[in-house]
């Protein structure tokens, strides 16, 4: 039962971490600027914190899911979020890499990012409430304990999947630091108005 339940949320989180948002996107820059080796130390970090963020969500998740506005504060937050990385992406997709890099930047990085993760909670709200709800895992704390170490596995074998596909990607197609920056930011700039797109259809024309 531990194994399944350790494996149910290395899968969970791994399906969780597929389509490209904003760590997917900004690991991919991490690596192509600076190097397969940040680019570990920054999922590290990061799938420490999802260790815990995953074991508090999974604990609040009925409850979570009961806040009627707690969708939309989630939209607006990644508007600013996305906004706000395609602006700084945007602006120094002409700067050359560095060469040097401090031990700890990406470890910090990771951390950072790791808490302000909104697009999570709407994850674990849905995922979790049927995960628990259809007892795939129980929702005593030792359980709670391995699913969420699961979920930080699951989230690291994806993104470093991603980093090496990153990286392939660069060496295969010779691609320019200004193409993947540039079109890194455009992206996240597309994530942004999908979410005011989306607010703006609920509030208007949703009935």
């Known amino acids: 039962m531990i194994f399944l339940t350790f494996f149910i949320g290395l899968i969970a989180n791994f399906i969780g971490y597929i389509p490209p948002g904003n760590i997917n996107l900004t690991l991919v ?3 192509i600027n600076r190097g397969i080796k940040e680019a570990v130390r920054f999922i590290t970090a990061f799938s420490a914190v999802e260790f815990f963020f995953t074991y508090f969500i999974m604990h609040a ?9 707690l969708g939309t504060i989630i939209d607006w937050i990644m508007v600013v979020l996305f906004g706000v990385m395609g602006y700084i992406t945007w602006i120094h997709r002409n700067t050359p890499p560095k060469t040097n890099y401090s031990e700890h930047a990406s470890i910090k990085y990771g951390i950072l990012l790791g808490f302000l993760n909104p697009m999570q909670v709407p ?16 929702d005593g704390r030792v359980a ?28 295969k197609f010779a691609l320019s630091n ?28 949703k009935h």
């Open 29 to 31: 820059q991490i690596t």
């Open 61 to 69: 998740a009925r409850w979570l899911s009961g806040q009627l506005r």
């Open 144 to 171: 709670l304990v391995i699913f969420s170490l699961g979920s930080a596995a699951g989230a690291f074998l994806c993104l470093f999947i991603y980093a090496k596909f990153a990286k392939y990607i660069q060496e």
């Open 123 to 138: 994850f674990w709200m849905v995922t979790g409430t049927y995960l628990i709800t259809h007892e795939w895992i129980l």
């Open 178 to 205: 200004k193409l993947i920056n540039t079109s890194i930011a455009i992206l996240f700039f597309a994530f942004a108005a999908y979410h005011v797109v989306k607010q703006i259809y609920l509030s208007f024309f």
